[in-house]
């Protein structure tokens, strides 16, 4: 069946780099688009990006000087770097499949 | 960007009861709206699609309507397990925006 599981750092320093892993099963990279999606306590969900089966990307434009997406179809992973980091970027970000499956998230915290 | 207003934000039900959470988009956008269910510390589960389409594997107390700029979800008999937060999509116009979510308690 299809699963997607994020990985990362639950712990990150202002101004560092966050680097995120979405590791999939079930489909092929090439033929479903993988969303990151992020939600910061107590608020709402918001779009951060995509990769589309193509390969090609697309990024909120509020985040997109500090963001970049990339995957390695061998390995089943999407890969999410965002620099730059502020307590603003504290949320749980998860990674989706065509909008139809998630996976559980991945709470990451800015702070020193 | 296209503005998704969710209501309600909190909503107390008893087992049995109809339930309905509305989102109201500031464009149309057809029937491009998805709902979800979402539990703590869970992946967000997709209930419906398209509006009104049933997910597969999805109980059939639930359900969608509407199109253009009003949708509404519906649970046709209120179960313990539904307890959740719930929350819309639209993905009509890029960026694709949510609903700020429902959050369902039982009472």
């Known amino acids: 069946q299809v699963q997607l599981k994020e990985s990362g750092p639950g712990l990150v320093q202002p101004s560092q780099t966050l680097s995120l892993t979405c590791t999939v099963s079930g489909f092929s990279l090439t033929s479903n688009s993988v969303h990151w999606v992020r939600q910061p306590p107590g608020k709402g969900l918001e779009w951060v990006g995509a990769i589309w089966s193509g390969g090609s990307t697309d990024y909120n434009s509020a985040l997109k000087s500090r963001l970049s997406i990339s995957r390695d179809t061998s390995k089943s992973q999407v890969f999410l770097k965002m620099n730059s980091l502020q307590t603003e970027d504290t949320a749980i970000y998860f990674c989706?499949?065509?909008?139809?499956?998630w996976g559980q998230g991945v709470m990451v915290t800015v702070s020193s | 960007d296209i503005q998704v207003t969710q209501s309600p934000s909190f909503l107390s039900a008893s087992v049995g009861d109809r339930v309905t959470i509305n989102c109201k988009t500031s464009?149309?956008?057809?029937?491009?709206l998805n709902w979800y269910r979402q539990k703590l510390g869970e992946a967000p589960k997709l209930l419906i699609y398209g509006a009104n389409s049933l997910q597969t594997g999805i109980p059939s107390r639930f359900s969608g309507s509407g199109s253009g700029t009003d949708f509404t979800l519906t649970i046709s008999s209120l179960q313990p397990e539904d307890v959740a937060t719930y929350f819309c999509l639209q993905h009509d116009s890029w960026p694709n925006t949510f609903g700020a979510g429902t959050k369902l308690e039982l009472k």
């Open positions: 989706t499949s065509n909008w139809d499956y």
């Open positions: 464009q149309n956008i057809n029937r491009y």
